[in-house]
Structures are given as C-alpha cells and as structure tokens.
C-alpha cells in the first residue's frame, strides 16, 4: 500500500506512461522498469544494456568495439548470460551478444531526486569461466537503492571466448578484462543519464571480479574510470588469477577443433568451444589453472592488458591511486579443498616448474594431515596459500605504493543470507565461507522470506543494513 502511494504521489499513470525512459539523444531513447525497493523508494532498473557491438562473426576473439545507443531500446527483460557450461549438466548456457550491464538507480525521471548519485559497478565472479549480470548470489541491491546509490552490474566474455591468446592467429587475449574496461568507459559517456556522476565511480568486484579489480587498479588505460576500488575475495596475485602458460591448452582445443586460421575459428559454433571439462564444484574454483584465464599479453601491443606478471607489476605504484578496500571471508575456501593441489602456493612459483612443485608439496602435505580428521588445519592451509597470502600481500604492497587510504575488511558473520553452503548442500560445515558477504551487501536470494518474516531475521538483517551502510559511505566518501 506504502509503494503504491509513492507512485500515485509521483503523478505517473503507469497504464499510459512509463516514468523510467533514458533519453540518448533525439533520435534514441531507452525503456526500463519503474518499481521500487522492498522498503518503497522509488527505483528505475535498466537490464540488458548494450555497451559494446556484439562480439561475434569478425568480431569474435577481438578487442570490444563500445557501442553508442541507436533508436528504441527496451531494457526492461534481464539481459542473456556470455556463454559458459552449465557445470551441473556440461550444458552449454547464454549466447555470445552479451556484452550488457543492468543499471538499478533511484533516479526517477522527472521526479526532484537528485542527480550527480554515487555509482557502484560490479564485476562479477565465477573463475572467469561463469557468471553474468543478472541474479546470481544475490537478488537485487535494494537497501544500496535506499541510500541514494546507482547499481551497475555488467556481462564480460568468458572462458575461452574472453581469454583464448594465440598470437599465430593475431588473437591477442583478455578479451574479458577489456569487455570490463569498455563497460567502465560506456558508463563514463553515459550513466549521468540515469542520474549517475561519471566522477563518483567505485569499482567492486568479488572473486574473478575481485582480481579484476586489482588488475584494473594497475593498468594505466583503466585509470580515469573509477575513483574508488573494493576487491573481495581475490586479487590479481591469486594462484589462479593468471595462466603463465596458456599454450597447452590453447594447442588441444585447436587439435580438437582442426582449425587451422582465425577465420576458421570465428566461424565455428561458439558451443563447440567449450569443453565438458567439469567433475565438480572444485573444478569451478580450481581447475582453471590450466585453462583459459588473464595470461600476458605482448609488451609492444598498445591494446594490451597485462604484459608483467603481477607479482611483478604489484612491485610498482598502482596506476590508479585510489582509496581501495580488500577483502575476504574468514574461510573463504573450506568448500573447495578436495584437491588440496590446487590451494597449495601455485602461482606464486611464476615459472615453467611451479605445477609440478605444488602436486609435489600437496602430496607431501597431505600425507601428513588425515583431512577427514583434522579439516580445519587443511581450512587454514587452503586459506594461507590461496586467500590470506594474495590479500595480505596485494595490502602490504598498496600501503607502502598508494598516497590513498587502504583498508581490510574481513566477513566473519555466519547467517541465512550466505549462499554458497546451501546451494551445495554444505549447511554442517561452519565458518563464512566464499561469497557470503554479498547476501549482505546486495539482497539476499531470501529476501522475500526475510522481508515477511522479519523477527526470524533480526540477525541477518541488522548485520546487513551495517554492511551496506559501510560500502555506501565508502562509495559516498572514500
């Protein structure tokens, strides 16, 4: 009834017009959802925003080409996934004209709320091989909405379509990182039409997005685009943030594929790109050492993304200097520690023997420690070698470079609003765990049960409202 007064106050008939329309220009215009947040502030949603051309035909394994608004656009259905393996069933999901974003802002065209609003962007996570925009870990950013700040969340090219590098094709690589650095540049053109500020941009990216974030803190064409940076649960010198030798497995796709040219592989199904190379959950967060990741790039290519490892570049004073946050959960990988191999230092032996090294070291590790009957030491193994070694150095590193605030945040609360446990049926296993804290930064999957059923959730709900008041002073403040 509340929600429904609010619009009746805004003087909107929603049978004979739709508040919500970006106006692009004289001969282009856009068409999103008016609603509102659970708690009825008013809010616009435009999904399936296209920032770049489609990224297929001659344009598949190329750099994005950004894409500026032509005629009519409806973004009021929830844009398509990139392409990605449906690691339940090895099916193959989305399709490749999916380089798009959705933009959920308090911004009501022709309404007194103001303009110049905070903008938080998110980048995904999801190994760099899954994930997309639209509802994932979490269902919404209603109470983000309530403290008067933009929401973007924006596709990138995944897996082999977004890091496939062969240089004998003229296939340069990072296709993904630079689909994140065109998104970042669209919304600088543009998002002050959805009453956002292109100078109050904070980038936020969890897991693969939380080394994304890094990755972009440190590349000199991504500075300019944002003012503040969050990375949560990863950063770039993670072991399975780079591959250092992407040939192998670029050599067994073209030898399943016969392909012999670029034009061959553009032309190809995008479906037969993929392989069915899942077992299981762990493959989601792990097996991607091998596979098709960030790799370096050539040094003389001016459109390269990386071209120096990152512990290197980690060395050197981040191109943007910027207030940072990094973070993580107090157990970040206890879900994923059968193949304890993979936890074990691997990129941080940046050279041709550092695989044999970490099957070598997880053995003797394991032949040591049971860990059926000692898993919180296999806990706090995996989270040293592959979560608290990269944060605590990518910290140390930006303190000692960066002339900005550095802060570390670190998730302990153990709730209802975390996801990962329950969507693997791991509910006995205790601890916050990879990807909780974004069911209390966004809104959580339950939202709607929380919402009816407030005094069971007083817990969750008063850890929540402190998380997003946290990020949203962030993004207001540095």
């Given at each position: 009834m509340l929600l429904f007064l609010l619009l009746e106050a805004l003087s909107f008939s929603s049978a004979t017009r739709n508040p919500c329309v970006v106006e692009f220009g004289s001969n282009s215009s856009g068409v999103g959802v008016f609603d509102g947040t659970f708690s009825?502030?008013?809010?616009?949603?435009?999904?399936?925003?296209?920032y770049a051309e489609a990224p297929v035909g001659a344009l598949r394994f190329k750099n994005p080409v950004l894409h500026d608004p032509r005629g009519p656009q409806n973004y009021t259905k929830q844009g398509t996934m990139c392409p990605q393996m449906n690691t339940h069933n090895g099916s193959i999901m989305g399709v490749e004209d999916c380089l798009v974003m959705d933009i959920i802002t308090p911004f009501v065209p022709g309404t007194s709320k103001p303009t110049k609003l905070p903008v938080l962007v998110y980048i995904h996570g999801g190994s760099f091989v899954n994930g997309y925009s639209g509802l994932g870990l979490w269902k919404g950013a209603d109470l983000l909405i309530d403290k008067n700040v933009i929401v973007v969340s924006i596709n990138y090219r995944l897996k082999v379509l977004g890091f496939l590098r062969h240089p004998e094709f003229n296939i340069t690589g990072n296709f993904g990182l630079k689909d994140q650095r065109a998104a970042l540049q669209w919304i600088q053109k543009y998002i002050h039409l959805f009453g956002g500020d292109p100078a109050r941009v904070t980038l936020m990216g969890h897991s693969a997005g939380g080394a994304s974030v890094i990755y972009h803190l440190y590349a000199e064409p991504s500075k300019g685009l944002f003012q503040q940076v969050i990375s949560l649960g990863g950063t770039m010198i993670a072991p399975w943030a780079l591959n250092y030798k992407p040939e192998g497995i670029t050599a067994e796709l073209l030898r399943r594929l016969n392909v012999t040219s670029l034009e061959e592989l553009q032309a190809i199904d995008y479906k037969e790109l993929f392989f069915d190379d899942r077992f299981d959950f762990s493959w989601y967060f792990t097996m991607i050492h091998?596979?098709?990741?960030?790799?370096?790039?050539?040094?003389?290519?001016?459109?390269?993304?990386?071209?120096v490892s990152p512990h290197t570049m980690i060395l050197d004073k981040p191109a943007s200097d910027v207030p940072v946050i990094v973070g993580q959960?107090?157990?970040?990988?206890?879900?994923?520690?059968?193949?304890?191999?993979?936890?074990?230092?691997?990129?941080?032996?940046?050279?041709?023997?550092?695989?044999?090294?970490?099957?070598?070291?997880?053995?003797?590790?394991?032949?040591?420690?049971n860990a059926s009957d000692k898993p919180d030491i296999i806990v706090q193994l995996a989270n040293l070698a592959s979560g608290y070694y990269p944060v605590k150095r990518t910290i140390q590193h930006l303190v000692g470079q960066s002339s900005s605030?550095?802060?570390?945040?670190?998730?302990?609360?153990?709730?209802?609003?975390?996801?990962?446990?329950?969507?693997q049926n791991q509910t006995n296993q205790h601890g916050?765990?990879?990807?909780?804290?974004l069911g209390y930064i966004f809104s959580p999957l339950v939202e709607d049960e929380a919402v009816a059923n407030r005094e069971r959730f007083l817990p969750e709900w008063s850890v929540h409202e402190e998380t997003v008041q946290l990020v949203s002073d962030f993004v207001k403040f540095g």
């Open positions: 009825s502030t008013p809010q616009c949603s435009y999904y399936g925003v296209r091998d596979g098709f990741v960030p790799t370096l790039e050539d040094p003389d290519d001016p459109e390269a993304f990386i071209t959960t107090a157990t970040e990988y206890r879900l994923m520690l059968k193949y304890l191999e993979f936890f074990i230092m691997g990129s941080y032996f940046p050279h041709k023997s550092w695989q044999p090294i970490y099957y070598d070291i997880a053995k003797l590790v394991q032949s040591k420690i605030p550095v802060y570390y945040f670190q998730f302990e609360y153990e709730g209802r609003f975390g996801y990962l446990k329950r969507d916050a765990a990879h990807g909780d804290e």
